[in-house]
């Protein structure tokens, strides 16, 4: 039951701001304590089950019956792979909702769908049953709506996309837009996700990931391939796969800066632990036979995102692309069906996590600084901020892949990846794509940050909330780049397998 506090704390703070909604030591705190406590909750539960040494621990908690018949049971599980994903969760959630100090309309509404997303992204990630893994994924997935139409901002852009007629009688670019246009990809993932789990549910007679994996074999019928490609197609659309990705720049650049963070750091990430919570698992042999069609995909997603972020002039919207071109990253490595590509996938999921949370955190910083987000407007930041200069300088080289950084173990695992696998020209795609990374990103930084032009601007810092969460982020992208042994060994045993159904 101790597990089931990840999901219960974040509902305390929630009753907190919003029966104390005039105080704002108790709007801006009391989320952040929560935060911190389930964080703590994490680590002492897997410390106190071994989570947190070589051997693996698998736990299933049967809290009630749902629907006897179908057997669907609010239960849940945990490995060492959730205790990864749990504290970028829990990181990502951080970072969102100190991006929120600066907010001065409705804090405590905001904070509230924050920790509401909050608890949905826990519970699928520790979900065991197909039915609980779907219910806490829309409750993760549905505020973000609210968060856009009230907190986003209206930008001019051209429609585009399967759904162009329904979103043309809107206004381009405006928080509605970007929030209706999320909310119709999402919802359409969303029921395929859900008609796919209930094709796996009523043919294997049971909801249990557990159960389902422990069966010998998994026979391929009809009815399994036509779930298998309703969730590939709707985990591939949250998680942003080519060509089902056009709502998340648009959802980046209307969105908060909570949002974004959100959005980049966790959100899209759970359409990839889909993938290999399900798909992957479950239909690991469908997964193998078309690896191909994903190569093909992921290949497209790192080229067309890197080239696609190097013609952007809104810092978000680069962010935005860059991030899909990372995502193709993950894919690519997953493809490889090999060990190295698990975890450098793995890797690349906690990295990409912590290093887009920094640079969004840092456009956020740099748009409440200058009231602007476009490259062309921006320079001299290293004048008049030099901290905040220097944080999304630090972003950027991550982002790259820099020595020493998260990103460079990460890119360099998938690389050794697909040499493994024995395709050394596939090899050429996720370099052209770390190449394109460096121009677009060296680019920006030479412009907004070295770009000196006279300005009578007073120098600007930020405060000790804003410079905390950095240095957190900062602290843990190093840290990983410098130990990746400890990540690697951490995730490297039987709780792959146990992921993975081997």
Not at 239 to 252: E, I, N, R, V, Y
Not at 321 to 342: K, Q, R, V, W
Not at 393 to 400: G, N
Request: hydrophobic share 55%; aromatic share 12%.
């Amino acid at each position: 039951m101790f597990l089931l506090w990840i999901l219960v704390l974040p509902l305390l703070p929630i009753v907190l701001i919003n029966i104390f909604n005039k105080c704002s030591i108790v709007k801006k705190t009391t989320p952040l304590i929560g935060s911190l406590f389930t964080l703590i909750i994490i680590l002492l539960y897997s410390a106190s089950n071994n989570l947190l040494e070589v051997s693996s621990y698998f736990e299933i908690i049967n809290l009630y019956p749902i629907f006897t018949s179908l057997d669907i049971n609010m239960s849940f599980s945990i490995t060492k792979i959730s205790v990864v994903l749990l504290i970028l969760a829990n990181i990502t959630i951080t970072t969102a909702l100190f991006s929120t100090y600066k907010i001065k309309k409705r804090l405590s509404q905001i904070n509230t769908l924050i920790l509401i997303i909050s608890i949905g992204i826990y519970g699928l990630i520790i979900a065991d049953d197909l039915f609980v893994f779907f219910l806490f994924y829309e409750v993760a997935v549905v505020p973000m709506f609210l968060m856009i139409t009230n907190w986003g901002y209206d930008l001019k852009r051209e429609v585009s996309g399967p759904f162009k007629k329904i979103l043309s009688s809107l206004s381009v670019g405006t928080k509605s837009y970007g929030a209706y246009k999320i909310t119709l990809y999402l919802l359409a993932g969303s029921l395929l996700i859900f008609l796919g789990l209930a094709i796996v549910g009523i043919s294997e007679g049971t909801f249990s990931i557990n159960e389902i994996l422990n069966k010998e074999s998994l026979n391929m019928s009809n009815d399994l391939w036509l779930a298998f490609f309703l969730l590939v197609l709707g985990f591939g659309s949250h998680s942003a796969l080519w060509p089902l990705h056009t709502w998340a720049p648009d959802g980046h650049g209307t969105a908060p800066t909570a949002g974004s963070i959100i959005f980049a750091g966790i959100l899209m990430k759970i359409g990839v632990i889909g993938f290999i919570k399900v798909i992957i698992t479950i239909f690991n042999t469908a997964f193998i036979e078309y690896s191909s069609l994903f190569i093909i995909l992921a290949s497209i997603n790192i080229i067309y995102g890197a080239f696609t972020a190097m013609m952007q002039d809104d810092l978000k919207y680069l962010a935005a692309y860059a991030s899909l071109s990372h995502i193709g990253y993950i894919f690519l490595a997953l493809a490889m069906n090999n060990e190295t590509g698990l975890s450098s996938a793995i890797l690349q999921t906690v990295s990409h996590g912590l290093i887009i949370c920094l640079l969004f955190f840092s456009v956020g910083l740099i748009f409440n600084l200058k009231g602007t987000r476009s490259i062309k407007e921006l320079n001299s930041l290293s004048d008049n901020s030099p901290l905040i200069s220097s944080i999304f300088i630090f972003a950027a080289f991550a982002s790259v892949g820099f020595p020493l950084t998260s990103g460079f173990i990460a890119e360099f695992l998938i690389i050794s990846s697909v040499a493994q696998s024995g395709n050394f020209l596939l090899i050429i795609i996720p370099l052209v794509g770390i190449f394109i990374t460096t121009i677009y990103m060296f680019r920006t930084v030479k412009k907004i940050c070295l770009r000196y032009v006279q300005s009578k601007e007073s120098i600007s810092t930020i405060s000790y909330d804003e410079k905390l969460i950095c240095f957190i982020l900062i602290l843990t992208i190093i840290t990983i780049g410098i130990f990746p042994n400890f990540f690697l060994n951490f995730i490297n045993g039987e709780s792959i397998k146990i992921i993975l159904g081997v």
